[in-house]
């Protein structure tokens, strides 16, 4: 069993820059690749953000992302980050983390098996 939890949302401006943690505990966690998704409000469906693969540590991104966030991890700590710079007022979502035991880095949700609850990021124009 593995447990998420993710820090660091909030209010920012457009433009501003913001990093989001996600803390781990439970056994093996340098064998998961680790994701972050996000959920638009307004009844939008989750979408994928960015993973980092187990192992191999390759990060992977949306391209809507691409450019302007950052995955990384440090397994000593149990720890991933999401460094989101050149913040949009669509990047507004609840951001979560997740895990997928020896994952590939995946973008599909269902492919991972552990969820954090999500922080809220709300980035006003």
């Known amino acids: 069993q593995v447990r998420l939890v993710e820090l660091g949302g909030g209010l920012v401006q457009a433009g501003d820059s913001v990093r989001l943690s996600c803390q781990a505990s439970?056994?093996?966690?340098?064998?998961?690749?680790m994701g972050w998704f996000r959920q638009p409000p307004g009844g939008k469906e989750r979408e994928f953000v960015a993973a980092v693969t187990w192992g191999g540590m390759i990060p992977t991104y949306s391209s809507s992302v691409k450019g302007r966030f950052a995955i990384s991890r440090d397994d000593a700590k149990n720890a991933i980050w999401l460094q989101m710079n050149s913040l949009k007022a669509e990047d507004t979502a609840r951001y979560f983390c997740a895990a997928d035991y020896q994952g590939v880095g995946s973008s599909v949700d269902l492919e991972y098996e552990y969820w954090g609850l999500g922080t809220q990021v709300t980035v006003s124009s």
């Open positions: 439970g056994p093996d966690f340098p064998s998961y690749t």
